[in-house]
């Protein structure tokens, strides 16, 4: 017996997922049959296999290993500033890369913080190139992520227990051995799964921070195939190993871990009454410190060095800015004219449409790169395409993230008011324009902030397109670094990281105004 | 007048048969044990679900596939009436408009509405500035002026405390000698239906049965209904 569907028409979100399957599929197809799998792979490829498994293997593990402490910490412990710090630990993901980069190598780098002190004391140096700073710097970015499903793990464990546990006199170790144990054997293997996942598509660091033979991740074997060989076929073959890789790590993740990371609840801290002691007080407050501080300090250090700079950008930077500007504006408005759709199909119970719009998370960037430059190359050529190409490529990554955000919110609109709006007429667009876009203001700005500040730090799928006279803002300001042009490269630094945060506090601001019931 | 020909519905192991029509201008309750289906009759009637078997007939023309909007009537649910966001004047407009496009007529006859049921002056406020029993009223306006000749109320007042329900019933009671409007009401309490409705629906074992006189049938309980009202 069939439920009319109330307010809702479907098409539009079968043709939105339809598009993303394409793009997503369709390139790989692309990229499959074009990757001349006769020639079979060669040492280098073998290499860069290797070292893409290693390092996302150790920046997995090292970043859940830390991320123990420090979530525990920010559970059993209120604090000032506590909250400010837990929502800090979301701010990487909108974090341009090459930000980072900069920063870590302003703390870890030949001249950095770091080495002068080592130097002082006439310790050896450490380097923030290879296989240190490609995992210094994903442990950067997902030890955030790492302590905040943690921690999620943490408040999950009713605050009964606790209490129980202080009523039959559990100390530390035992509350550890029947609470926090058992909880982190089932969270852990998820968050190390998932921060494995990320890191095997590791593009801008490899570029960045690897390279050369020994510290060459797939991702970045691609682009050197690509740009400097133009070996189309060993990219596209390349490309299939890459897609090989994530394929499976994907399914890992989610196996191990299928709960959602924008949890809520994250500023309880629970009264623990085994860790009030002296000891464990001043372990916690260290290890928070510390957190605070390998987080802050490198991004402090990108402030300090390039807002002086600001006054003097080359004309390069500010044009790069603009088109950075429009190209995460285009990302966002594409991202919306497919997540709308598919969401309110989503929400009138076709599940499987939201399944394709989460095909982004498997997809690399790079992949679909290579099978656009594939596809295109005969017809037009790529290089002038690539802003459009590169928008849309960063809202097809968007698309799970705005996904995640925005069905919930659609699927109560729609159940709560979809009959309502059906006895009275309301349908289509004036259903959109009067009920949906006004009930899930919130949800959309959130998940524009998100997109555009995530499109505009990408420094992914451009490189691959980008000819030498143009440029995105994370582009422009990598090839500053190259140039050794440093002064310019901070205070770019300090504008892509003003114009990345910007764009989210404008949108997310924007859709948190005129709170109605 | 509302027919129900040869109606069977059937959800999972729920079934449910209906075969009567219902005079114009009558106020009818419906009344039964939970879970026998009084809101599936309402949501068959309003358009949102389909019979396996049967036909809806309104004045003699088929219905069945009529879409909910298209249909002759206005329908008020357990929550979710108005629509948190817009004002109380919108969500009268949208029974006039529902692209919210209101001409100077339409404004007026949404102010009109809204002082029939005691709101004049209320028009801007938004549903979180209105009383339970206002937003009862604002959604009542909005029923008034859809102007439909069929008026599908699922228990809307049912948050409301005792004396407030009466009064809405009562303010409902009035309105509907004015437009003429029939009525189909679900209640799960036999004195909204002596209240309010000349005759009943009694839904259950599976059939919604004929309209009934409603003092001689709550008077004289059939043994299913006389379980119900213990």
Same mark, same amino acid.
């Given at each position: 017996?069939?439920?009319?569907?109330?307010?809702?028409?479907?098409?539009?979100?079968?043709?939105?997922?339809?598009?993303?399957? =394409?793009?997503?599929?369709?390139?790989?197809?692309?990229?499959?049959?074009?990757?001349?799998?006769?020639?079979?792979?060669?040492?280098?490829?073998?290499?860069?296999?290797?070292?893409?498994?290693?390092?996302?293997?150790?920046?997995?593990?090292?970043?859940?290993?830390?991320?123990?402490?420090?979530?525990?910490?920010?559970?059993?412990?209120?604090?000032?500033?506590?909250?400010?710090?837990?929502?800090?630990?979301?701010?990487?993901?909108?974090?341009?890369?090459?930000?980072?980069?900069?920063?870590?190598?302003?703390?870890?780098?030949?001249?950095?913080?770091?080495?002068?002190?080592?130097?002082?004391?006439?310790?050896?140096?450490?380097?923030?190139?290879?296989?240190?700073?490609?995992?210094?710097?994903?442990?950067?970015?997902?030890?955030?992520?790492?302590?905040?499903?943690?921690?999620?793990?943490?408040?999950?464990?009713?605050?009964?227990?606790?209490?129980?546990?202080?009523?039959?006199?559990?100390?530390?170790?035992?509350?550890?051995?029947?609470?926090?144990?058992?909880?982190?054997?089932?969270?852990?293997?998820?968050?190390?799964?998932?921060?494995?996942?990320?890191?095997?598509?590791?593009?801008?660091?490899?570029?960045?921070?690897?390279?050369?033979?020994?510290?060459?991740?797939?991702?970045?074997?691609?682009?050197?195939?690509?740009?400097?060989?133009?070996?189309?076929?060993?990219?596209?073959?390349?490309?299939?190993?890459?897609?090989?890789?994530?394929?499976?790590?994907?399914?890992?993740?989610?196996?191990?871990?299928?709960?959602?990371?924008?949890?809520?609840?994250?500023?309880?801290?629970?009264?623990?009454?085994?860790?009030?002691?002296?000891?464990?007080?001043?372990?916690?407050?260290?290890?928070?410190?510390?957190?605070?501080?390998?987080?802050?300090?490198?991004?402090?250090?990108?402030?300090?060095?390039?807002?002086?700079? !600001?006054?003097?950008?080359?004309?390069?930077?500010?044009?790069?800015?603009?088109?950075?500007?429009?190209?995460?504006?285009?990302?966002?408005?594409?991202?919306?004219?497919?997540?709308?759709?598919?969401?309110?199909?989503?929400?009138?119970?076709?599940?499987?449409?939201?399944?394709?719009?989460?095909?982004?998370?498997?997809?690399?960037?790079?992949?679909?790169?290579?099978?656009?430059?594939?596809?295109?190359?005969?017809?037009?050529?790529?290089?002038?395409?690539?802003?459009?190409?590169?928008?849309? =490529?960063?809202?097809?990554?968007?698309?799970?993230?705005?996904?995640?955000?925005?069905?919930?919110?659609?699927?109560?609109? =729609?159940?709560?008011?979809?009959?309502?709006?059906?006895?009275?007429?309301?349908?289509? =667009?004036?259903?959109?324009?009067?009920?949906?876009?006004?009930?899930?203001?919130?949800?959309?700005?959130?998940?524009?902030?998100?997109?555009?500040?995530?499109?505009?730090?990408?420094?992914?799928?451009?490189? !691959?397109?980008?000819?030498?006279?143009?440029?995105?803002?994370?582009?422009?300001?990598?090839?500053?670094?190259?140039?050794?042009?440093?002064?310019?490269?901070?205070?770019?630094?300090?504008?892509?990281?003003?114009?990345?945060?910007?764009?989210?506090?404008?949108?997310?601001?924007?859709?948190?105004?005129?709170?109605?019931? | 007048?509302?027919?129900?020909?040869?109606?069977?519905?059937?959800?999972?192991?729920?079934?449910?048969?209906?075969? %009567?029509?219902?005079?114009?201008?009558?106020?009818?309750?419906?009344?039964?044990?939970?879970?026998?289906?009084?809101?599936?009759?309402?949501?068959?009637?309003?358009?949102?679900?389909?019979?396996?078997?049967?036909?809806?007939?309104?004045?003699?023309?088929?219905?069945?596939?009529?879409?909910?909007?298209?249909?002759?009537?206005?329908?008020? %649910?357990?929550?979710?009436?108005? %629509?948190?966001?817009?004002?109380?004047?919108?969500?009268?407009?949208?029974?006039?408009?529902?692209?919210?496009?209101?001409?100077?007529?339409?404004?007026?006859?949404?102010?009109?509405?809204?002082?029939?049921?005691?709101?004049?002056?209320?028009?801007?406020?938004?549903?979180?500035?209105?009383?339970?029993?206002?937003?009862?009223?604002?959604?009542?306006?909005?029923?008034?002026?859809?102007?439909?000749?069929?008026?599908?109320?699922?228990?809307? %007042?049912?948050?409301?405390?005792?004396?407030?329900?009466?009064?809405?019933?009562?303010?409902?009671?009035?309105?509907?000698?004015?437009?003429?409007?029939?009525?189909?009401?679900?209640?799960?309490?036999?004195?909204?239906?002596?209240?309010?409705?000349?005759?009943?629906?009694?839904?259950?074992?599976?059939?919604?049965?004929?309209?009934?006189?409603?003092?001689?049938?709550?008077?004289?309980?059939?043994?299913?209904?006389?379980?119900?009202?213990?």
């Amino acid at each position: 017996m069939a439920e009319r569907a109330d307010a809702v028409t479907c098409w539009p979100g079968r043709i939105a997922a339809a598009l993303v399957a =394409v793009l997503v599929l369709g390139t790989l197809l692309a990229v499959a049959l074009r990757a001349e799998a006769g020639r079979g792979l060669g040492p280098a490829e073998w290499s860069a296999i290797r070292f893409t498994l290693l390092q996302a293997t150790l920046s997995a593990l090292i970043s859940a290993g830390l991320a123990i402490p420090v979530a525990r910490a920010l559970a059993r412990r209120r604090f000032f500033g506590r909250r400010l710090l837990i929502t800090l630990l979301g701010a990487p993901f909108i974090l341009p890369v090459i930000v980072a980069v900069m920063g870590l190598i302003a703390v870890f780098g030949r001249s950095g913080l770091v080495n002068v002190v080592l130097r002082w004391l006439g310790w050896p140096e450490v380097s923030v190139y290879g296989l240190h700073g490609v995992v210094l710097a994903h442990v950067f970015f997902n030890l955030p992520l790492a302590t905040r499903l943690i921690l999620q793990g943490w408040q999950d464990i009713p605050a009964e227990r606790f209490r129980l546990a202080a009523q039959l006199g559990f100390g530390p170790r035992d509350v550890f051995r029947t609470l926090e144990r058992p909880m982190l054997a089932r969270v852990l293997p998820g968050a190390a799964a998932v921060i494995f996942a990320i890191c095997l598509s590791s593009f801008a660091v490899a570029l960045t921070l690897g390279g050369g033979p020994k510290a060459t991740t797939v991702e970045l074997a691609i682009y050197q195939a690509f740009r400097f060989d133009f070996d189309l076929g060993r990219a596209a073959l390349l490309a299939c190993v890459q897609i090989v890789l994530v394929g499976m790590a994907a399914v890992l993740a989610l196996r191990l871990s299928g709960r959602d990371s924008f949890g809520a609840g994250m500023d309880r801290a629970l009264r623990r009454w085994d860790a009030e002691t002296r000891a464990l007080r001043i372990v916690d407050t260290l290890w928070i410190a510390l957190a605070a501080l390998f987080l802050v300090l490198p991004i402090a250090l990108v402030l300090l060095d390039g807002l002086p700079g !600001l006054a003097q950008l080359p004309l390069s930077v500010w044009r790069a800015a603009g088109v950075s500007l429009i190209v995460a504006l285009g990302s966002t408005a594409l991202m919306l004219c497919l997540a709308l759709p598919i969401c309110l199909a989503a929400a009138s119970g076709r599940g499987r449409l939201e399944a394709v719009g989460l095909l982004g998370i498997a997809a690399s960037p790079l992949v679909i790169g290579t099978g656009l430059f594939i596809v295109i190359y005969p017809i037009a050529d790529p290089f002038r395409l690539a802003f459009p190409v590169t928008a849309v =490529v960063n809202a097809v990554m968007a698309l799970p993230f705005a996904l995640r955000i925005m069905v919930p919110p659609v699927r109560d609109v =729609v159940q709560g008011y979809g009959r309502l709006s059906a006895t009275l007429n309301l349908r289509g =667009v004036p259903w959109v324009r009067i009920v949906l876009l006004p009930r899930i203001r919130g949800s959309l700005g959130f998940a524009c902030g998100l997109t555009a500040a995530m499109s505009m730090g990408d420094l992914g799928v451009i490189a !691959l397109f980008a000819d030498p006279e143009t440029a995105t803002l994370p582009l422009q300001m990598y090839r500053l670094m190259g140039a050794y042009r440093i002064e310019a490269a901070a205070g770019a630094a300090v504008l892509l990281l003003a114009l990345s945060f910007g764009l989210f506090w404008l949108f997310d601001k924007g859709g948190r105004g005129h709170a109605d019931a | 007048m509302l027919t129900l020909e040869g109606i069977s519905i059937v959800q999972g192991d729920f079934r449910l048969s209906a075969d %009567f029509s219902v005079e114009d201008s009558t106020r009818v309750a419906v009344i039964g044990p939970s879970g026998a289906g009084k809101s599936t009759l309402l949501s068959l009637i309003a358009g949102f679900l389909e019979p396996v078997a049967g036909r809806v007939l309104w004045n003699d023309e088929d219905i069945t596939a009529t879409a909910p909007g298209a249909r002759p009537a206005a329908m008020l %649910f357990q929550d979710n009436n108005l %629509f948190p966001h817009l004002s109380a004047a919108q969500n009268v407009g949208l029974g006039l408009r529902p692209d919210l496009r209101l001409s100077g007529e339409d404004t007026r006859r949404v102010e009109e509405a809204l002082a029939r049921v005691g709101l004049a002056g209320y028009g801007a406020r938004k549903p979180s500035a209105l009383s339970g029993g206002q937003q009862s009223r604002v959604a009542l306006a909005r029923v008034l002026v859809q102007d439909r000749p069929l008026v599908l109320l699922d228990e809307p %007042f049912s948050a409301l405390g005792p004396a407030l329900k009466a009064e809405m019933l009562d303010l409902l009671a009035e309105l509907l000698d004015e437009t003429g409007a029939t009525l189909l009401m679900v209640s799960h309490d036999p004195e909204d239906a002596r209240r309010v409705a000349q005759r009943t629906i009694l839904v259950a074992d599976g059939a919604a049965l004929a309209p009934q006189d409603t003092a001689p049938l709550l008077d004289n309980p059939p043994p299913a209904l006389k379980a119900y009202l213990g």
